[in-house]
């Protein structure tokens, strides 16, 4: 079955550096388009990154742009998000999710998420 | 990146209440606009893609509207299994932004 699997979350301080990582499996992950979402505590999604199937072509939302640099493995069928200066508001649950083949831009899944907190 | 701004944030409702949420893009998205239904726990469902086009297989219940910058979402007759939050989504631009999200409870 269709599976994301994020890992790396943490306990970091302002101004700290973190590395996500999301592992798929049940897919062929070099056919979808991958996107990391977040949610902070008490508050909504928010799309922070989307990433083309090869990973040629990656966008980040302007609140992480800078800072954070997404990466695709398709040989590791992997996903790597490295996070620097990161600040409290990056607080949040993090959402390696896929995007459904027919529809752009429609989610289809999402892993379990893991939690980063910024704090000192 | 688009904006999206979606009301009201919270509401409750009574089983058989007809419910409408409500979207607003910061600039023309056409009508590249999704709903989706989040339950605690779970990946998000998608409803409505393209502002108005029913997934299969979800309810005819729902429903939606709009083109440009205003979309609405309707649940005509709530149901106790509509209990979860929900989010419109812009797919114009990427990244594809969220709203706020609207926590629908029941009554």
């Known amino acids: 079955q269709v599976q994301m699997v994020e890992s790396g979350g943490g306990l970091v301080k302002p101004g700290g550096s973190l590395r996500l990582s999301c592992a798929a499996s049940g897919f062929t992950f070099s056919d979808y388009y991958m996107y990391w979402i977040r949610q902070a505590p008490g508050k909504g999604l928010e799309c922070i990154i989307y990433v083309s199937s090869s990973g040629a072509t990656i966008y980040y939302a302007d609140s992480v742009r800078g800072r954070f640099t997404l990466s695709r493995d398709n040989a590791k069928n992997s996903l790597y998000l490295q996070m620097s200066s990161l600040r409290a508001e990056d607080t949040a649950v993090y959402y390696c999710?896929?995007?459904?083949?027919?529809?752009?831009?429609?989610?289809?899944?999402w892993g379990q998420g893991t939690l980063v907190t910024v704090s000192s | 990146d688009i904006q999206m701004t979606q009301s009201p944030s919270s509401l409750s409702a009574s089983v058989g209440d007809r419910v409408t949420i409500t979207c607003q893009a910061s600039q023309d998205i056409n009508n590249y606009l999704n709903w989706y239904q989040v339950k605690p726990g779970k990946a998000p469902k998608l409803l409505i893609y393209d502002a108005s086009n029913l997934k299969p297989g979800v309810p005819s219940r729902f429903s939606a509207s709009g083109s440009g910058t205003d979309f609405s979402f309707v649940i005509s007759s709530l149901q106790p299994e509509d209990m979860a939050t929900y989010y419109c989504q812009q797919y114009e631009n990427p990244p594809y932004s969220f709203g706020q999200g609207t926590k629908v409870d029941i009554k």
């Open positions: 999710a896929r995007e459904e083949s027919d529809l752009v831009g429609a989610i289809d899944s």
